[in-house]
Structures are given as C-alpha cells and as structure tokens.
C-alpha cells in the first residue's frame, strides 16, 4: 500500500497569512493526488486535483504542486472560512490512500 | 446533476454484520469508467479507503479489512452495498459513500452525505 504522510497535523495561522501544507507519498505516484477540505459535520469536498489542478468553483488562493513523493498544498492569504481540516489522497493505485490530515485554525 | 445517499443502521452491537446501502442517482455504473468508493472516519480520526467497485463488476479492498468486507452492486436500482462482518467498538465511524468517472485509480469527486454507524451492545 502507499503510504501517504501529510504535516503537519495541525496548524493555527492569521487571517491573511500563507498556509503550506505538504504530503509525502511513500513511492511515487506522478501527480496523482488530490487534496480535500472538510468542514465538521460534512463531506470531505474535492479543491484540487492532479496534484495542481483547481476544481471548478474553488477559490483561486488555494494551490497545489508537486509530483513524485512530494507534494504542497497552499492557501494563500487564510480566510476565516478556511477553517477546516485537510486532507490529501493517492490515486495512483488501490488501495486508495488518504494522508492523516492537518487541522488549520485561526489564531 | 449527481447525488449519492447512505443508509442503513445507526447502530449495531459488537460481533453483528454492517450492511450499508449507497442510492446514487446521476450517472449510471454500467458506464465505462464508473467507480463507486466506500470511505469512512471515525470521530476525529482521518479518512479510510475501505473498498470500491467498478462498472465491471471488478472489486478493490482495504488491506487490512478486506477479510471483513464484501462490495456489490445493483445496477438496475443504482445501489451500491457494503457488508462489514464481526463489527467492533473501535469500526464506529461515520461511513461515506463516493463516486470517481474516471476509472479505478482515479479522483473521487462526489460524496455521499454519510452515515454515522455506532457499534455498541
């Protein structure tokens, strides 16, 4: 199985700052990697895809790259409705793997 | 438009089977390419892939519980069920069901609302 390590796993920033979130993959998976946000009490929803790719509708300020084992997720200048836990996911092969997810919060 | 819905049981008592139901409407998973996921997160937890079926009936389990799990599906009803057998304390989660159009190794891009199965006697 691929082993996905995402850090950290939490994070408290001020609104307006850069948040860098990165995942690890434990072989390469070219850029086959998404990353999610989840809101307590809902469904992980779907920001960006191919590891750089911004799903329809998505805010602008959020990124990503990387390709291989590495990867970085970005939320450039932090909105109070950023708050959320995020989560990156393989999907390079099955069994399909999630990183353990990071926590941002507002200081 | 897409929708996929979980049902089932709220709760089940340790040792019994799990039997979820995934009604999904929007698409169908006779099409090329038409996977659906099970996922779930217990309270606090991360995410975990558990299993997905494909449009060709071909079924992809979780490692390390894919001696518990069975998946399948109706294809004339748009339904998608997941068995879970020997339940324990610790399965309690909050089980999700998920659609990915591209194929097995591919982006789930749609959820289901999810379901919050307790496993306690």
């Known amino acids: 199985d691929i082993q996905m390590t995402q850090s950290p796993s939490s994070l408290s920033a001020s609104v307006g700052d850069r948040v860098t979130i990165t995942c690890q993959a434990s072989q390469g998976i070219s850029v086959f990697l998404n990353w999610f946000q989840q809101k307590p009490g809902k469904a992980p929803k779907l920001l960006i895809y191919d590891a750089s790719t911004l799903e329809t509708g998505v805010p602008s300020r959020f990124s990503g790259s990387g390709s291989g084992t590495t990867f970085t997720f970005t939320i450039n200048s932090l909105q109070p409705e950023d708050i959320a836990t995020y989560y990156c996911?393989?999907?390079?092969?099955?069994?399909?793997?999630f990183g353990g997810g990071t926590k941002v919060e507002i200081k | 438009q897409v929708t996929l819905r979980e049902s089932g049981p709220a709760l089940v008592k340790p040792t019994q089977t799990l039997t979820l139901t995934c009604t999904f409407s929007g698409f169908s998973l006779s099409t090329s390419g038409m996977c659906v996921s099970w996922i779930r997160q217990p309270p606090g937890k991360a995410l975990e892939w558990l299993a997905l079926i494909d449009w060709d009936d071909d079924k992809y389990y979780s490692t390390s519980l894919k001696t518990r799990l069975t998946i399948s599906k109706d294809t004339s009803k748009n339904q998608v069920v997941l068995t879970m057998t020997n339940m324990d304390p610790v399965d309690t989660a909050t089980f999700y069901c998920a659609r990915s159009s591209k194929g097995v190794a591919a982006t789930v891009d749609y959820w289901g609302q999810g379901i919050l199965v307790t496993v306690s006697s």
């Open positions: 996911q393989q999907f390079d092969d099955v069994p399909l793997t």
